[in-house]
């Protein structure tokens, strides 16, 4: 029994290096992820509690309970036809590089190196914003408990931003351990999570006793931004989920290091977010029933986070610092699957030379993680989030270009395959079949809609301390990417560089042989050096 488990694990092991040799890579990376370490870390990247909450008091500022509940459940649905769409792609080319490599299999040649260069550094700005985002709103969590458990203790700006130093630290020092032990941590986190929601859903709704009506709960409609248009406020509202319902694309940066990639990836991305759909909507509904009082504890509520004053209304400070332990350690984990996926996005980019300093990001820890990578993102987070300190809607700005720049990232392989290449794509194992081009459709017309809803005014009068900033620091950092396409890239830039080309199949004497030819680059100006290798695995006769 256990020799024939053994005999299939090693066959699947065999079969997904062979199909990365076929896309161009040789296994770099270690393969100890299974399909359940896949889908824990996409999910931890939706992390209900760490993204939901932070936003809950915004969104309902801006678009009542009914923006938090029905607002969540129309993201969750519309996103899971991003997500299938690109499940598909990621079960034909499952590689670290994930949306990038897909656009440059699916685009037209002559478009192949400026589509990839845009969609790597969206995506890579999508995720490590994400870092900054998470981390921070860990933060705010942490100094929100201290001020629960010593009422004389008031936070300040610089005191967030200083928590948000440490935990950078932490996860940074925590994302350069080997990747087994990431795995292990994600798989807690998603019973983490799942237990976590259960326990403040059932002893929540148990303690509030003045509970709100149904009417109220999912009906109650607000606008407290200064915006004439109600409809206009309650669309704003939508930033929450689509914040919370983001990142699930990291279940294809770690493809290199899953098992059966094919499809633990593709399927880790769907669950991800169909379980964040599901726990999401029944978290935001208990929320709302235990508001007792929407005026004196959201609209002037005097603890900064709004869930926070909710809670101890609802179920006093004992039961509130339970919920607080809860939600910071699942943030926590969150901040840390972030972590994964945009260090292996950067790794993957660099190893392709797109990202500066390159050879130092593609150099892997004696435990073959990207620690260089990982390290590059913490220190890019530590500088978004200097705006923190002097910004009151700084919070709300990061959030907004982590998920417009996830957005277009998402959008541009989507496009190119229900148009350039809907003919000659080639299915793998996890296939929508005659839905693929349907769902795409609307998952680009949701894209489009929610990248220019994301960057409009979310308050009135506009004032420098309350703009939407996002266009800002979003602006720059595409530009400057454009520049350098425009002056140096285009001259050099190809897209995906393979380090692996000509592979050969056959058996010779009870084994398998295959026969590669690999190419390495040294260097932007140096000659590209090719040698064979030869990579045997012994056959297994049935």
Not at 253 to 264: D, I, N, P
Not at 332 to 354: E, K, M
Request: glycine fraction near 8%.
């Amino acid at each position: 029994m256990y020799q024939d488990k053994k005999r299939k694990q090693d066959e699947a092991m065999m079969d997904d290096e062979l199909l990365l040799a076929k896309l161009g890579y040789k296994q770099d990376l270690n393969r100890h992820l299974s399909a359940f370490s896949n889908f824990a870390i996409s999910f931890g990247c939706c992390s209900v509690l760490g993204g939901l909450l932070p936003l809950w008091g915004t969104t309902l500022l801006t678009g009542g309970t009914s923006a938090s509940i029905w607002g969540y459940l129309i993201v969750a649905i519309l996103t899971l036809t991003i997500g299938s769409s690109l499940a598909e792609i990621c079960s034909a080319f499952p590689t670290t590089g994930g949306l990038y490599f897909w656009t440059a299999q699916l685009s037209d040649s002559e478009w192949v190196p400026f589509m990839c260069w845009i969609v790597g550094y969206f995506n890579w700005l999508s995720l490590a914003v994400a870092i900054c985002a998470s981390d921070l709103g860990m933060a705010g969590f942490l100094t929100s408990a201290v001020s629960v458990a010593k009422p004389d203790f008031q936070t300040t700006a610089v005191i967030d931003y200083g928590v948000f130093l440490a935990i950078l630290f932490v996860h940074g020092w925590m994302n350069t351990l080997p990747i087994r032990y990431t795995g292990i941590i994600n798989n807690l986190s998603v019973w983490w999570h799942i237990m976590g929601i259960l326990f403040i859903v059932v002893v929540g709704l148990l303690l509030t006793e003045n509970k709100p009506s149904a009417s109220f709960v999912f009906g109650q409609s607000y606008n407290n931004t200064g915006l004439k248009s109600d409809g206009y406020a309650w669309l704003i509202g939508l930033l929450q989920a689509q914040f919370t319902l983001n990142g699930y694309d990291t279940a294809a940066h770690v493809s290199e290091e899953t098992k059966s990639a094919q499809r633990g990836s593709p399927m880790g991305i769907v669950m991800a977010i169909a379980t964040s759909a599901v726990a999401g909507t029944i978290l935001m509904i208990a929320c709302a029933f235990m508001i007792q009082d929407f005026d004196a504890q959201i609209v002037n509520g005097k603890n900064p986070m709004s869930i926070t004053q909710v809670f101890l209304d609802s179920t006093g400070i004992g039961w509130t610092m339970w919920f607080l332990v809860i939600i910071i350690v699942a943030m926590y984990f969150a901040g840390a699957a972030v972590i994964v996926g945009s260090s292996r996005q950067t790794y993957a980019f660099a190893r392709d030379g797109a990202m500066p300093c390159s050879k130092w990001l593609t150099k892997l820890s004696s435990s073959k993680v990207p620690a260089n990578a990982v390290w590059f993102n913490i220190a890019f987070a530590v500088i978004l989030g200097i705006p923190y300190l002097f910004s009151e809607v700084a919070y709300e700005t990061i959030v907004s270009i982590n998920t417009i720049s996830a957005n277009i990232s998402y959008f541009i392989p989507i496009w190119l395959r229900i148009t350039m290449a809907r003919k000659r794509f080639q299915r793998g194992p996890y296939s929508m079949g005659k839905l693929s081009i349907p769902c795409g459709i609307i998952a680009c017309i949701w894209i489009l809609f929610t990248s220019v809803l994301f960057i409009l005014p979310t308050q009135a009068p506009i004032t420098a301390n309350n703009m939407n900033f996002a266009i800002i620091p979003f602006g720059f950092i595409i530009g400057l990417a454009s520049i350098v396409y425009a002056v140096s890239g285009r001259k050099w830039f190809t897209g995906p560089v393979r380090n692996i080309d000509t592979v050969v199949v056959r058996e010779e004497d009870g084994k398998v042989i295959h026969e590669t030819h690999r190419v390495v680059l040294l260097n932007e100006d140096d000659m590209i050096d090719q040698h064979e290798i030869r990579i045997q695995d012994t056959l297994v006769k049935l």
